[in-house]
C-alpha cells in the first residue's frame, strides 16, 4: 500500500513564508493529477491546488498570487510554495495523488500537516 507523507508545516506569522513537501513511499504508477486540500476546524475539506500531469495547474481564488504548486513525477513528490501567509490559512494540509491502475483512478491520501499562521 502507497503511503503519502507530508512534511513543512509549522507556526509562522502572517506574511511569512512555508513549503510543504509530500513524498510517495513507493512509485505510483501513471500519476494523472498531484495536489493539496486542506481542512480547518469545523469546516469542510477545500482544495488548495493541483497539478497535472502535464503541468497545468489550478488554484483556489484565496491563494491564487501567493501559493505556487509544483511537482516531480520521478520523484513521486509534490510541492506547495506559501507566501504571504494569512491566519485564515491555518488548517491541517492534506496531499492528493491520483494514478492510475487498471485504467482507472486510484487516488491516495496523505495524513496531513498542520500549518498555523499566527496574527
Known amino acids: 500500500q502507497v503511503q503519502l507523507v507530508e512534511s513543512g508545516g509549522g507556526l509562522v506569522q502572517a506574511g511569512g513564508s512555508l513549503r510543504l513537501s509530500c513524498a510517495a513511499s513507493?512509485?505510483?504508477?501513471?500519476?494523472?493529477?498531484m495536489g493539496w486540500y486542506r481542512q480547518a476546524p469545523g469546516k469542510q475539506r477545500e482544495l488548495v491546488a493541483t497539478i497535472t500531469s502535464g503541468g497545468i495547474t489550478n488554484y483556489a481564488d484565496s491563494v491564487k498570487g501567493r501559493f505556487t504548486i509544483s511537482g516531480d513525477k520521478g520523484k513521486n513528490t509534490v510541492y506547495l510554495q506559501m507566501n504571504s501567509l494569512k491566519p485564515e490559512d491555518t488548517a491541517l494540509y492534506l496531499c492528493?495523488?491520483?494514478?492510475?491502475?487498471?485504467?482507472?483512478?486510484?487516488?491516495?491520501w496523505g495524513q496531513g500537516t498542520q500549518v498555523t499562521v499566527s496574527s
Open positions: 492528493y495523488v491520483v494514478g492510475t491502475r487498471n485504467f482507472r483512478p486510484d487516488p491516495y
Open positions: 513507493r512509485s505510483i504508477f501513471s500519476i494523472a493529477l
